[in-house]
Protein backbone atom coordinates (compact mmCIF):
# COMPACT_ATOMS: atom_id res chain seq x y z
CA UNK A 1 0.00 0.00 0.00
CA UNK A 2 1.34 3.41 -0.92
CA UNK A 3 2.67 5.67 1.86
CA UNK A 4 0.56 8.62 -0.10
CA UNK A 5 -2.80 9.12 -0.61
CA UNK A 6 -4.30 11.44 -3.66
CA UNK A 7 -7.52 12.57 -3.78
CA UNK A 8 -8.37 13.95 -6.79
CA UNK A 9 -11.83 15.16 -6.02
CA UNK A 10 -12.69 15.66 -2.59
CA UNK A 11 -16.63 15.72 -2.05
CA UNK A 12 -18.54 19.02 -3.11
CA UNK A 13 -15.05 19.86 -5.06
CA UNK A 14 -15.23 20.30 -8.65
CA UNK A 15 -12.64 17.81 -9.98
CA UNK A 16 -9.27 19.03 -11.33
CA UNK A 17 -8.09 17.93 -14.92
CA UNK A 18 -4.33 18.27 -14.76
CA UNK A 19 -3.67 18.22 -10.79
CA UNK A 20 -5.03 16.36 -7.49
CA UNK A 21 -6.44 18.24 -5.31
CA UNK A 22 -5.24 16.77 -2.14
CA UNK A 23 -2.32 14.86 -1.21
CA UNK A 24 -1.48 13.22 1.85
CA UNK A 25 1.00 10.79 3.42
CA UNK A 26 3.58 9.89 6.19
CA UNK A 27 7.13 10.07 5.91
CA UNK A 28 10.07 12.84 5.89
CA UNK A 29 9.25 16.33 4.22
CA UNK A 30 11.23 17.71 1.72
CA UNK A 31 11.67 21.03 0.43
CA UNK A 32 13.35 21.68 -3.16
CA UNK A 33 13.61 25.62 -3.65
CA UNK A 34 12.41 27.31 -6.71
CA UNK A 35 14.03 26.11 -9.43
CA UNK A 36 15.50 27.83 -12.98
CA UNK A 37 16.61 27.04 -16.35
CA UNK A 38 20.30 26.48 -15.25
CA UNK A 39 22.33 24.21 -16.32
CA UNK A 40 25.36 22.65 -13.52
CA UNK A 41 27.68 25.25 -14.64
CA UNK A 42 24.72 28.07 -13.65
CA UNK A 43 24.18 29.32 -17.46
CA UNK A 44 20.70 29.80 -18.99
CA UNK A 45 19.22 26.97 -21.06
CA UNK A 46 16.68 27.65 -23.66
CA UNK A 47 16.24 31.38 -23.65
CA UNK A 48 13.01 32.52 -25.28
CA UNK A 49 11.78 28.75 -24.98
CA UNK A 50 9.08 27.66 -22.94
CA UNK A 51 9.55 23.93 -23.88
CA UNK A 52 13.66 23.96 -23.06
CA UNK A 53 13.12 25.84 -20.04
CA UNK A 54 10.69 23.60 -18.27
CA UNK A 55 12.55 20.15 -19.50
CA UNK A 56 15.48 21.93 -17.79
CA UNK A 57 13.63 23.15 -14.84
CA UNK A 58 12.02 19.87 -14.19
CA UNK A 59 15.66 17.93 -14.51
CA UNK A 60 17.11 20.40 -11.97
CA UNK A 61 13.77 19.30 -10.11
CA UNK A 62 14.72 15.35 -10.06
CA UNK A 63 18.69 16.45 -9.25
CA UNK A 64 17.31 18.13 -5.90
CA UNK A 65 15.22 15.60 -4.68
CA UNK A 66 17.58 12.27 -5.46
CA UNK A 67 19.99 15.03 -3.68
CA UNK A 68 17.30 13.97 -1.18
CA UNK A 69 16.62 10.25 -1.41
CA UNK A 70 13.68 11.10 -3.15
CA UNK A 71 11.97 11.17 -6.65
CA UNK A 72 8.82 12.54 -8.63
CA UNK A 73 7.11 9.57 -6.99
CA UNK A 74 7.19 11.51 -3.96
CA UNK A 75 6.54 14.79 -4.57
CA UNK A 76 2.75 15.96 -3.01
CA UNK A 77 2.99 19.74 -4.31
CA UNK A 78 4.35 21.56 -7.35
CA UNK A 79 4.39 25.33 -7.39
CA UNK A 80 4.90 26.91 -10.85
CA UNK A 81 6.10 30.83 -11.33
CA UNK A 82 5.12 31.44 -14.62
CA UNK A 83 5.62 34.89 -16.43
CA UNK A 84 3.25 34.15 -19.05
CA UNK A 85 0.45 31.70 -18.38
CA UNK A 86 0.99 30.75 -22.52
CA UNK A 87 4.14 28.66 -20.63
CA UNK A 88 1.58 26.21 -18.99
CA UNK A 89 1.61 24.03 -21.83
CA UNK A 90 5.20 23.45 -22.19
CA UNK A 91 5.30 22.96 -18.46
CA UNK A 92 2.70 20.29 -18.76
CA UNK A 93 4.48 18.40 -21.23
CA UNK A 94 7.68 18.33 -18.96
CA UNK A 95 6.08 17.27 -16.57
CA UNK A 96 4.28 14.74 -18.01
CA UNK A 97 7.70 13.28 -18.88
CA UNK A 98 8.62 12.91 -15.33
CA UNK A 99 5.58 12.29 -13.62
CA UNK A 100 3.15 9.48 -13.27
CA UNK A 101 0.03 11.67 -14.96
CA UNK A 102 -2.33 8.80 -13.06
CA UNK A 103 -0.35 10.20 -9.50
CA UNK A 104 0.02 13.89 -9.66
CA UNK A 105 0.62 16.12 -6.77
CA UNK A 106 -1.27 18.62 -5.29
CA UNK A 107 -0.05 22.16 -7.84
CA UNK A 108 -0.61 25.92 -8.01
CA UNK A 109 -0.09 28.07 -10.95
CA UNK A 110 1.03 31.92 -10.47
CA UNK A 111 1.65 34.30 -12.82
CA UNK A 112 4.57 36.70 -11.51
CA UNK A 113 5.37 40.18 -13.33
CA UNK A 114 8.50 38.85 -13.38
CA UNK A 115 11.03 36.36 -11.60
CA UNK A 116 15.07 37.00 -10.90
CA UNK A 117 16.35 37.72 -14.39
CA UNK A 118 13.95 38.48 -17.42
CA UNK A 119 15.67 35.53 -19.53
CA UNK A 120 13.99 32.67 -17.06
CA UNK A 121 10.05 31.97 -18.09
CA UNK A 122 9.42 30.29 -15.00
CA UNK A 123 10.46 28.83 -11.67
CA UNK A 124 9.33 26.03 -10.19
CA UNK A 125 9.48 24.40 -6.39
CA UNK A 126 8.54 21.04 -5.09
CA UNK A 127 7.68 19.49 -1.71
CA UNK A 128 7.78 15.79 -1.38
CA UNK A 129 7.19 13.28 1.28
CA UNK A 130 9.68 10.25 1.29
CA UNK A 131 9.43 6.91 4.46
CA UNK A 132 10.88 7.98 7.41
CA UNK A 133 14.47 6.44 7.48
CA UNK A 134 14.80 3.49 9.79
CA UNK A 135 16.00 4.87 13.26
CA UNK A 136 19.84 3.91 14.02
Given at each position: ???LTHIP???????ATAYTHVVTGTGRLVAVSGQLA??????LVGEGDAAAQARQVFENLRRCLAAAGA???DVIK???F???MAHMPAVR???EAFLDPAR????SAVRVAGLVDPAFLMEIEALAMVPEEPAA
Open positions: MSRAPDGVAPLDEEGKTFDLTYVTDAARLPAS
